[in-house]
C-alpha cells in the first residue's frame, strides 16, 4: 500500500501543504512544535475513522478557520483511489473517488496504517482502559465484523445499565441474555487477533532488542475460560448473573469485555512493573510490527507505517536493527525526528527528505 500524493489543508498549525512521498522512506525533520506529527495525524486520518492522538473534531481545523481538508491519492492492489477527507466541528465527510462515504466499513482497508508515536507506551504504564482502546482500534483494522459487534455491545451495556438504575427492572434478563451474546462475539474476535499477534510478538521483539527476552501478550477476559463463541456466551452469562447483585448496588455492569485487560510480559514478569523504559519501548514497537504483518497477511500488502519522533524512542543499537528490518521489507514508512542525520538515515537507502517549520514542509531531496 502507497500513498502517492497528499495534501493538506488548514488542519492543526498546516495551512496548506502539498507533497508526493518517496516510495520507501520518508523523513520529515524540524524543530519541536513545527506540525511533522501533525503531518502523521493528517497521514493516518486520511484512512482511519479516529485519529490516534484525540477524539475532539475541532482541535483538527486550523484556530481561525471553519474546515480542514486532506486529500491523498493510495496505491494499492494495482489500482488507485482518491481518498477526501474534510474535517468541521460538526463532523466529518470522507469520499472515495468522488463519492460520499457514509458507512466506516466502506472506507476500511483503503489506507492502512500503523503509527508508532511516544505516547503508544503509555499502555504500559497506564491503565486497562488505554490496553482496551488499543485493542479495539487494533483488531479493526483487519477485522471488519469487529465494529459491529462492537457498536452493538456498547448499546446493549447502555440499555442494561439503565435498567440497573431504573426502580422497574423487567426485561433485564433478555438484556443480560443480548448482552452476553454480543458480548461472545467481541470475546472471540479479540482471541484471535491476540492469539495471532503474540505468535508474531515474540518475533519482533526479539528482531528490535536483539536479546533473547521472551515477549508475551495474552488476553484473560473475565470469567471466561474457552474460546468458542458458545461456550463464552455461557460462560459471560454465568458471570453476568454472579454479578447481577453488585451490578444493582452499583447501577452499572461490573464486570465483562467492556472491563477487561490485555496482560503485557517480558520473561513472565508484568512488563509495567518489571520492564525497563527501553524495553517497554521495544515491546510496544515490536507490537506494532506485529500488527503490520498481522495487517499484510490480511491484506496482502502492507500498511503504511508511521514512526513519530524517533530519535526520542530507541538507543542506537536498536534503532539500527529496526532500520535494518524495515530495509528489508516493502513498506512505506514515515518518521519524524527533530535532526536532519540521526543514525537511523544511515541505515537507510531511498529517503526522501522533508523539513518541517512552522507548518509548512520543503522537499530537500533524497
Ligand atoms: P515535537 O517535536 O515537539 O513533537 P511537532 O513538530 O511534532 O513537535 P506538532 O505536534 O505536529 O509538533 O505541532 C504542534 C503545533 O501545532 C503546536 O505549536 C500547536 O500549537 C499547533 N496546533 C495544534 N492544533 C492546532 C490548531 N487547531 N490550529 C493551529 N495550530 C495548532
Ligand atoms: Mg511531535
Known sequence: MRLCSVAVADFRNVSSVQIEPGERFNLLYGLNGQGKTNLLEAIYLLGSPRSFRTSRLPELVRHGEQRAQIRGTVASGGIQNELRLVVESAGRKVEIDGKAVHKASELHGKLNAVVFSPDDTGMVRMGPES???????????????????????????KQRNHLLKS???????????????????????????????????????????????????????????????????????????????????????????????????????????????????????????????????????????????????????????LMEFLSSREIQVFITTTERSPALLEATQHCAVFHVEDGNLTFEGN
Open 131 to 157: 490496553r482496551r482502546r488499543y485493542l479495539d482500534r487494533a483488531v479493526y483494522m483487519g477485522d471488519i465484523g469487529y465494529l459491529h459487534c462492537w457498536h452493538s455491545y456498547q448499546r446493549i451495556l
Open 167 to 321: 426502580p422497574d427492572k423487567s426485561g433485564l434478563d433478555i438484556w443480560t441474555e443480548k448482552l452476553a451474546e454480543t458480548g461472545a462475539e467481541v470475546i472471540e474476535r479479540r482471541l484471535k487477533f491476540v492469539t495471532v499477534l503474540d505468535d508474531k510478538l515474540g518475533r519482533y521483539y526479539a528482531t528490535i532488542a536483539g536479546i533473547g527476552e521472551t515477549a508475551r501478550l495474552s488476553y484473560h477476559p473475565d470469567g471466561v475460560k474457552t474460546a468458542l463463541r458458545e461456550h463464552i456466551r455461557e460462560e459471560l452469562l454465568e458471570l453476568f448473573k454472579r454479578q447481577q447483585r453488585s451490578d444493582e448496588r452499583y447501577g452499572t455492569t461490573t464486570a465483562g469485555p467492556h472491563r477487561d485487560d490485555l496482560t503485557l510480559e517480558l520473561d513472565e514478569r508484568p512488563l509495567k512493573a518489571f520492564g525497563s523504559q527501553g524495553q517497554q519501548k521495544s515491546f510496544v514497537l515490536a507490537l506494532k510490527m506485529a500488527e503490520m504483518d498481522n495487517l499484510q497477511d490480511i491484506f496482502g500488502e502492507a500498511p503504511l507505517l508511521l514512526l513519530d519522533d524517533m530519535s526520542s524512542e530507541l538507543d542506537a543499537r536498536r534503532n539500527h536493527n
